[in-house]
T-cell receptor, first 110, second 115 residues
């Protein structure tokens, strides 16, 4: 079983719609969780850390469900500029390397 | 620009040659990471430094790969006797001591093509 699993998509969504992604992780000892955004041929950029209580940053809301070992990202009022690959990322403890999912490809259509 | 920088941005080399990449982390960050990313995959962890000490290496880091961070600032990643399978984007990231979430910030990457 892969450590971090995501639906690769693509998700084709009309501008202004709400879209949600989930990802699941296998290591129950995982301690930190993140969503990164990656544009084509660019580096991953930190979108948001995911806190146990859930957190919101503008149009973006992240949730963590430790019991079921999944993380979600909700994007409201989607913009054309939201088109990108969204990477679910888990840190299994300490300052070691992050484990990335393969990413979910989002295409916002005008 | 105070972000993570990497050099070169692109490298084309012939199979069997050695290559070296450089990463300069964000100046106040003492943790530095190397990752490799191939098409359609997420980045895969290679190795990690805290200051000048290399604290962790992935099994992906074969004997042909070596990384250094001699003064706890910039880091180099060397690949000896390159193979076509080494073609990938090599990403460097850094994070700060005291960040409870160890948020990592990535550089633009070095894209390696082995012909």
């Amino acid at each position: 079983r892969k450590e971090v699993e995501q639906d690769p998509g693509p998700f084709n969504v009309p501008e202004g719609a709400t879209v949600a992604f989930n990802c699941t992780y296998s290591n129950s000892a995982s301690q930190s969780f993140f969503w990164y955004r990656q544009d084509c041929r660019k580096e991953p950029k930190l979108l948001m850390s995911v806190y146990s209580s859930g957190n919101e940053d503008g149009r973006f809301t992240a949730q963590l469900n430790r019991a079921s070992q999944y993380i979600s990202l909700l994007i409201r009022d989607s913009k054309l500029s939201d088109s990108a690959t969204y990477l679910c990322v888990v840190n299994s403890g300490g300052a070691d390397g992050l484990t990335f999912g393969k990413g979910t490809h989002l295409i916002i259509q005008p | 620009d105070t972000g993570v920088s990497q050099d070169p941005r692109h490298k084309i080399t012939k199979r069997g040659q050695n290559v070296t990449f450089r990463c300069d982390p964000i100046s106040e960050h003492n943790r530095l990471y190397w990752y490799r990313q191939t098409l359609g995959q997420g980045p895969e962890f290679l190795t990690y430094f805290q200051n000048e000490a290399q604290l962790e290496k992935s099994r992906l880091l074969s004997d042909r790969f070596s990384a250094e961070r001699p003064k706890g600032s910039f880091s180099t990643l060397e690949i000896q006797r390159t193979e076509q399978g080494d073609s990938a984007m090599y990403l460097c990231a850094s994070s700060a001591t005291g960040d409870p979430f160890y948020e990592q910030y990535f550089g633009p990457g070095t894209r390696l093509t082995v012909t």
